[in-house]
């Protein structure tokens, strides 16, 4: 009888709070920006592949499902195609902080790896550095995400996951500039439950 009750014990351990860290590898979506201050130039904005890093607190309960609070950063930086052939180049970057809550479900299967996928919405700042046209602005937008990938379990409180997200927010509206802002990251990170 001592070791089913063992056993719900050591299940009933899995719900507990935890900490995470992660790291991006991210690329930002073609997008345009319309310099309203420049006579409603537009110009394609292509950007390198960028970095990013994030915290989260969270907790997380036997039937799968977590919840965590996420703060996140993220940079790219930004080439500026001409919208005509007599117009120059411009060179910038552009990058976002974001508080996330998000709400995960993380079946609890008796492998050393398991799946999950979710879902978060918060808000961002997002800011865009263009020297060349007198850009330097933010803009505070909602922001949403969505999460998949895997978790291998380095024992009972720590864990390696990887995945892929995507993260986006609405339009940021500078001053006399729009643009879009989408990216598809890919992630590494270790979680500590405590």
Known sequence: AAVPLEAGAAEGRQSATYFAVSGFFLGLTDTEI????AGGIERDMESDDGWG??????????????????GAYRK???????????????EGDIH???????LYFEPQLKF?????????????N???DVNDLDIDDDDWVFA?????????????QAGLFAGYRYFATDD???????????????????????
């Open 34 to 37: 319309r310099d309203i201050t």
């Open 53 to 70: 890093g994030g915290l989260a607190l969270g907790y997380g309960s036997r039937g799968g499902l977590r919840f965590e609070v996420e």
């Open 76 to 90: 790219n930086d930004a080439n500026l195609r001409p919208g005509g052939p007599v117009l120059p180049a411009s």
């Open 96 to 102: 976002s902080i974001a508080i996330m809550g998000n």
């Open 112 to 124: 050393p790896v398991n799946p999950y996928i979710g879902a978060g919405a918060g808000y961002a």
């Open 126 to 128: 997002v800011a865009l």
């Open 144 to 156: 949403y995400q969505a999460m998949a990938g895997a978790v291998l379990k380095l024992g009972a």
């Open 172 to 194: 940021p509206a500078f001053q006399g500039t729009d643009i879009e802002y989408r990216t598809h990251n890919l992630e590494v990170g270790l979680r500590f439950g405590f």
